[in-house]
């Protein structure tokens, strides 16, 4: 068989069976085939699609194109969520210790921000002395002390992903859905979880913009992992509006602390307990949503749940003062309202162009990211103000960018005269055969 | 502007302007736009095409990525013909000669044989001495000298093309209209001719099997010519059988003599014919067509046509005495026929097949041919025979190939019992504008 002959197959709009693609992904990531046949496949694959059946064995060969996690030293049931990338999406810093102080572990292995959308491991790496790069065995005694552990991803795991992945970058072959689904989950199951959570975020702020290419991308991915033996659902989420109050690194590691203290803005707090809940309701069948998130609101109140986020950043070698410690921009700058009325929107899209311009996410893979800067204290949708209120605090370390920035978050507030009903966060629930 | 915005625009459907296009086959050409760019952005030209302008400006880019002939030393009006390949297709080396003896100079480079298609270069190296990697001084001499020169494409003739030719076989991204046009075109354009009369050829032993392609490739090549300033027209015609009654390189030589000196089939002689006097026409608007073809004909009958193509092989290196050197296969099989009745069709893909198991053609760019194997003497389609008659004789070098490629050339035969209706040999012809 000639990688030829696979792509030509695709191409025409074949059906790849396990041997084809089984053997180009495995060709392709010990480098006897070729990048140049590997973006012609993934741009015939862009056009032609994927069947079910072909999307999970390439999620298959992709995931054994490395190594797995060994999660069974861990006695307790194991689950993950995974976001598809939003704007002040922090939901996983409060979901892991959350869902570890309900019997789950939680061993997750997160990636950093690229685009518009921030990515957890940058908002950790604020804190002070936080490592995201532990071996599998500091990664496990980190999960066996305090059930859940938040890393990167060791050049180990998935590699024909990261490959691919470069790949698509550079050939306009990222918008696949088939190609998303295999990249995502050859990654997500590979930590050897039992269940995985998906939020599938749609809006202007998430790389699916329409519902129908978000219900497409949910579908798929709760299919390839119902497939290979897990227990699935996602969560198809509002992504027209930044998540909570702030967006920037040490901004966000601050709204975490205040979420987990009980302080936490309406939409982030709702969004982490439904995620949860269901995370808790897959891994115990018997388990009630309602009561599960009673059960969270208490792990809230009662404190133990930012001190399951205290004592996993401290086994990560983070400081244990981390307000203290969290850097802080030179300038901070109030945006405010030109008139009086209902924030009816919070354009979630140039919010997080804004976080970009700042510094605080990156355009390219090999950027690096201030830490500091963001955009605190957004006004949420259905806020009422008067002109010239506090709409948001830009956090800047250039006057420059201060200014550029402070003019996107002005854009992306429109302010509206009329009553503005409360928008749905979570728009649908995929479960496997749907 | 990225290399990846390029394929993005063309993969998303729009049109690229020739800022992007002669940007990307320079960055290609030079080595700054790596294979795997160049391979997504052919497969996207697969799926969404290409208008005129885009393809003539792909045309240009490819053609000046190299050098182009200079003909200005030739003082008569230059012409060429080029055929998209086809089985027993010997017209180049009929016309090339013919035309010249019209006062037409014909700077002909041409190609090798890959796949079921003959090359003529392939061909006229079966006659001992004959060279095809003459210098362009070497070329423009012979020119200067009979009027016609085959020869073969130097490296720095459309180094864009040879290397995308070369991606595009390995990455299923042949079958493209445009990116075939633009191939054959940015060759043919470097020529330096006036004039380029397109032998597109249609059927089982084409590339391109239906009407519809042929003419959708005729029409952009025709097009682009037209808009770079070239006398152009394009006739489509018949390839469901091979062409004159040899198939193989030295064969086709020898057939090519007895043409030259009034002993051609029909088919072979009436297509070179109209070739040849499209050429004429499109060279001195005042020539008529059926003048023209009566000239070639006289030509034939007095020798010129066979004693230019000798003279131009002798200024090439090649003997004086070219049937006596020519090669000849060991063993000489006939192919008898099974029933009695009329040749109603002669397959010519499987015609064409016989040959390749012979040797005389190749499946891979860098084999070698052997120039004495065959198939000779194919009886033609209207002809008569009895059962036990022969249909056609293999030259082989080899007892296995020879019984191989029998068995070929005896399935590519279907006898009737009715009288078949003559077939138009030519289909039809494409102007520009059409």
């Not at 396990?18 to 012609?40: C, H, L, N, W």
């Not at 990664?139 to 992903?161: K, N, R, W």
């Not at 500091?372 to 709409?391: K, S």
Request: with cysteine.
């Amino acid at each position: 068989m000639l990688p030829q002959w696979v792509i030509e197959k695709k191409r025409d709009g074949g059906e790849l069976d396990a041997d084809e693609i089984g053997a180009f992904i495995k060709g392709y990531t010990v480098g006897d085939i070729p990048d140049y046949q590997m973006s012609a496949l993934a741009m015939a694959i862009y056009f032609q699609g994927m069947s079910f059946d072909e999307v999970t064995t390439l999620t298959h060969a992709m995931l054994h194109s490395g190594d797995l996690v060994d999660t069974s030293s861990l006695t307790r049931p194991k689950a993950d969520k995974h976001s598809t990338g939003g704007i002040g999406d922090k939901l996983s810093l409060l979901l892991a210790p959350l869902a570890a102080c309900n019997g789950i572990d939680v061993p997750m292995i997160s990636g950093r921000g690229l685009g518009i959308t921030g990515g957890t491991l940058d908002k950790l790496e604020s804190i002070p002395g936080y490592r995201c790069d532990l071996s599998e065995a500091e990664f496990l005694a980190v999960l066996h002390e305090c059930g859940c552990s938040i890393t990167g991803q060791t050049a180990s795991l998935a590699p024909a992903d990261k490959k691919l992945y470069a790949l698509r970058d550079v050939t306009a072959t990222v918008p696949s859905i088939p190609l998303i689904a295999a990249s995502i989950m050859s990654k997500k199951l590979a930590e050897g979880t039992d269940v995985l959570v998906l939020d599938v975020k749609c809006g202007h702020g998430a790389f699916m913009k329409n519902l129908d290419d978000a219900r497409e991308l949910a579908r798929t991915m709760v299919e390839i992992g119902h497939r290979m033996g897990k227990s699935m659902s996602a969560l198809i989420t509002d992504m027209n509006a930044p998540i909570g109050r702030t967006v920037g690194n040490a901004l966000e590691i601050r709204e975490t602390l205040a979420g987990l203290s009980g302080q936490g803005a309406d939409d982030m707090m709702s969004l982490t307990y439904a995620l949860t809940a269901e995370m808790m309701v897959l891994s115990d069948g018997k388990a009630d949503p309602s009561e599960a998130k009673k059960r969270l609101v208490d792990d809230v109140t009662s404190g133990a749940a930012l001190a399951r986020f205290r004592q996993m950043v401290e086994l990560h070698g983070g400081v244990s003062d981390i307000e203290a410690q969290l850097p802080v921009a030179r300038i901070q700058t109030p945006v405010t309202a030109s008139a009086s009325g209902t924030v009816s929107a919070v354009d979630a899209d140039k919010v997080g162009r804004a976080g970009i311009i700042l510094g605080a996410g990156r355009t390219r893979v090999d950027d690096g990211v201030d830490h500091a800067v963001g955009i605190a204290d957004l006004a949420a949708i259905g806020e009422r103000c008067q002109a010239g209120d506090v709409l948001a605090t830009i956090h800047a370390n250039s006057k420059d960018a201060c200014n550029e920035a402070l003019q996107y978050v002005k854009d992306a507030y429109i302010i509206s005269s009329k009553k503005i009903p409360p928008r749905p966060l979570i728009i649908e629930t995929i479960k496997p055969g749907e």
